[in-house]
T-cell receptor, first 111, second 110 residues
Framework: DGGITQSPKYLFRKEGQNVTLSCEQNLNHDAMYWYRQDPGQGLRLIYY???????QKGDIAEGYSVSREKKESFPLTVTSAQKNPTAFYLCASSIINQPQHFGDGTRLSIL | EDQVTQSPEALRLQEGESSSLNCSYTVSGLRGLFWYRQDPGKGPEFLFT???AGEEKEKERLKATLTKKESFLHITAPKPEDSATYLCAVHHFGNEKLTFGTGTRLTIIP
């Protein structure tokens, strides 16, 4: 079945550590997105990419980095510069200007 | 700047008790308004897209409507399995980003 796979489901980060969240899609969508969800707040856009080897910052890109080397994959790295990384991270993909479809998220916590 | 406000924050209904969720928005040049359903610990599931005032979409017990300032998600004779958080988002011309509301947490009591 086509869909978006995020892994791992749960992730723990130590002080000063970078961690990478995986997002893979087999929907043949050109656009991919990373959001952060915190309690009581709407989803906030971190980065998005509309084509391979190109991506743009969203509203809260500081402390995060991404790459888009393949159409199917859009990994997100949470760097040690992100001082409040505890959140639920959601990856989405879409055909340009069509509804976004989401994976089931990765919950990141601090040890 | 686009703004989306959803109300109420939480709603508890008896099974079979119909009601509506509200999504008020401010956007310059609406390209589309989206409704999603989100279950705990899961990603949002796409429900509807509305493009212009007066448009309506239906799916099972859900019906979404759109005016120039707000959208309603009407739920008719809900069942416990309709319990979830319902999210609204807007997309405007010239911007690939969606702006999300904070959601309405709906609980249907058997």
């Amino acid at each position: 079945d086509g869909g978006i796979t995020q892994s791992p489901k749960y992730l723990f980060r130590k002080e000063g550590q970078n961690v990478t969240l995986s997002c893979e899609q087999n929907l043949n969508h050109d656009a991919m997105y990373w959001y952060r969800q915190d309690p009581g707040q709407g989803l906030r856009l971190i980065y998005y990419s509309q084509i391979v080897n190109d991506f743009q910052k969203g509203d809260i890109a500081e402390g995060y980095s991404v790459s888009r080397e393949k159409k199917e994959s859009f990994p997100l790295t949470v760097t040690s510069a992100q001082k409040n990384p505890t959140a639920f991270y959601l990856c989405a993909s879409s055909i340009i200007n069509q509804p976004q479809h989401f994976g089931d998220g990765t919950r990141l916590s601090i040890l | 700047e686009d703004q989306v406000t959803q109300s109420p924050e939480a709603l508890r209904l008896q099974e079979g008790e119909s009601s509506s969720l509200n999504c008020s928005y401010t956007v310059s040049g609406l390209r589309g308004l989206f409704w999603y359903r989100q279950d705990p610990g899961k990603g949002p599931e796409f429900l509807f897209t509305l493009y212009s005032a007066g448009e309506e979409k239906e799916k099972e017990r859900l019906k979404a409507t759109l005016t120039k300032k707000e959208s309603f998600l009407h739920i008719t004779a809900p069942k416990p399995e309709d319990s979830a958080t319902y999210l609204c988002a807007v997309h405007h011309f010239g911007n690939e980003k969606l702006t999300f509301g904070t959601g309405t947490r709906l609980t249907i009591i058997p």
